[in-house]
T-cell receptor, first 111, second 116 residues
Framework: EDQVTQSPEALRLQEGESSSLNCSYTVSGLRGLFWYRQDPGKGPEFLFTLYSAGEEKEKERLKATLTKKESFLHITAPKPEDSATYLCAVQVIQGAQKLVFGQGTRLTINP | GAVVSQHPSRVICKSGTSVKIECRSLDFQATTMFWYRQFPKQSLMLMATSNEGSKATYEQGVEKDKFLINHASLTLSTLTVTSAHPEDSSFYIC????????????FGSGTQLSVL
């Protein structure tokens, strides 16, 4: 069974304190790994797609990396507006293009 | 970027009534749309895959007669929660993939359903 596990479940940081969120996955065949940001009461907002081990993508204070077993979302010098739930999802080669989501990491950045 | 519009954003209804949620892709065509539900502080659980012009594909454990899906055009899918009960209260989110684009999914803003 395809599984996605995110850690930690919740993370509190001070403004400017860099850290990383983890997404580990067990799938039959990875087509792509996605990172989304979700604010309370809103739908997920797309951040990154990673397709192969070794790939990295950056956007402002965020950087996503991918290995054969896991992905990391690195947050550098975060600001309070980076507070949100960050969701990781995998798309498997078989399975009608659907995404399997992890449970998310609730990130809080204190000023 | 591509926009997916979902309405209504919030609905409160009495037990036993039916509720329809619309999901529209505003600037792209989507042959496939997905419906998720999300409970508080939990992740998104896929309910069904909506296919334009054909029957939806439901995930295991999701009652197809309770959650009716219609994907009548390349830009519109609807989810109808029939005879809603309090346990159906949840956050419902639709998503769509640009048929002519890459693999990423665009999500609607979600619908918070509260059944009294």
């Amino acid at each position: 069974e395809d599984q996605v596990t995110q850690s930690p479940e919740a993370l509190r940081l001070q403004e400017g304190e860099s850290s990383s969120l983890n997404c580990s996955y067990t799938v039959s065949g990875l087509r792509g790994l996605f990172w989304y940001r979700q604010d309370p009461g809103k739908g997920p907002e797309f951040l990154f797609t990673l397709y192969s081990a070794g790939e990295e993508k950056e956007k402002e204070r965020l950087k996503a990396t991918l290995t054969k077993k896991e992905s990391f979302l690195h947050i550098t010098a975060p600001k309070p507006e980076d507070s949100a739930t960050y969701l990781c999802a995998v798309q498997v080669i078989q399975g009608a293009q659907k995404l399997v989501f992890g449970q998310g990491t609730r990130l809080t950045i204190n000023p | 970027g591509a926009v997916v519009s979902q309405h209504p954003s919030r609905v409160i209804c009495k037990s036993g009534t039916s509720v329809k949620i619309e999901c529209r892709s505003l600037d792209f065509q989507a042959t496939t749309m997905f419906w998720y539900r999300q409970f508080p502080k939990q992740s998104l659980m896929l309910m069904a895959t909506s296919n334009e012009g054909s029957k939806a594909t439901y995930e295991q454990g999701v009652e197809k007669d309770k959650f009716l899906i219609n994907h009548a055009s390349l830009t519109l899918s609807t989810l109808t929660v029939t005879s809603a009960h309090p346990e159906d209260s949840s956050f419902y989110i639709c998503s769509a993939r640009d048929t002519g684009g890459d693999e990423k999914l665009f999500f609607g803003s979600g619908t918070q359903l509260s059944v009294l």
